[in-house]
């Protein structure tokens, strides 16, 4: 579905990512972890086509991104659900219609999709929030959102960045969980992340791949799960 051909990735001064092989077949989970500045957000970006690659390839559904038109890397966004680090949400919207906007924004009626917004709120645990606006919630309410927001357009690949930053462990693992639960419907999911203790407790309900960033190169960081 996703895949990196010696990638890499320079911002101007020195390459923060360089040769990168990676493929994100359906089904697939990856761990990504790497110090901080390591480059995993600039990975994630170029996993859906935010950054395009300095070096090498790639290919988002069959197509290199840096070939791609406009309208074709829309489509191809869609699908891709991103859960963003800083979550990125409109503040002045409610919850619902936060996470009703990828549809708005692909022209589709979100009071059409009421049942599935419903849905969606109460498997994140959020219902009761509908309403609120996004500076009302906590860390993890506004993680779930985010997730929530992320799956509306039902995507193949999950991209989630930090998802269990400044949340506790038991939070964590609720998130972990909703992870995995997309995971074995399907879809790709990758979670950068430096929480090793999510890595531990994911052990027991997935097989992932755990990848780490240093010096620009990804290795293998140990056996599978
Ligand atoms: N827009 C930008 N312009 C220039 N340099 C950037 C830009 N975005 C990121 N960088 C640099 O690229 C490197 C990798 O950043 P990136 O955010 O991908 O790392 P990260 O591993 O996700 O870090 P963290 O774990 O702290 O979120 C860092 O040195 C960062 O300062």
Request: proline share 4%; hydrophobic share 45%; net charge neutral.
């Amino acid at each position: 579905m996703i895949e990196l051909r010696q990638a890499g990735y320079s911002y101007g001064r020195g390459a923060t990512l360089s040769d990168l092989d990676l493929t994100l077949a359906p089904g697939s989970f990856h761990f990504l972890t790497g110090p901080s500045g390591a480059g995993k957000t600039t990975l994630l970006k170029l996993l859906y086509g935010e950054l395009k690659p300095s070096s090498g390839a790639a290919l988002l559904f069959g197509q290199d991104s840096r070939k791609v038109d406009r309208d074709g890397l829309a489509r191809i966004r869609r699908k891709v659900g991103v859960v963003h680090q800083d979550c990125r949400f409109l503040d002045h919207l409610s919850v619902v219609d936060n996470v009703a906007l990828p549809l708005q924004v692909t022209g589709r009626d979100p009071s059409a999709h009421a049942t599935d917004l419903a849905q969606l709120l109460s498997w994140v645990g959020l219902s009761a929030r509908a309403e609120a606006r996004p500076p009302e919630l906590s860390g993890g309410e506004r993680q779930r959102a985010a997730l929530a927001r992320a799956v509306i357009m039902d995507p193949d690949v999950l991209l989630a960045d930090e998802p269990t930053g400044n949340v506790d462990a038991e939070m964590s693992q609720r998130l972990l969980t909703l992870l995995t639960e997309l995971n074995r419907m399907g879809k790709a999911v990758v979670v950068a992340t430096h929480d090793m203790g999510l890595i531990r407790a994911a052990k027991p309900l997935v097989q992932a791949r755990i990848l780490r960033l240093a010096g620009g190169n990804l290795q293998a960081a140990g056996a599978e799960l």
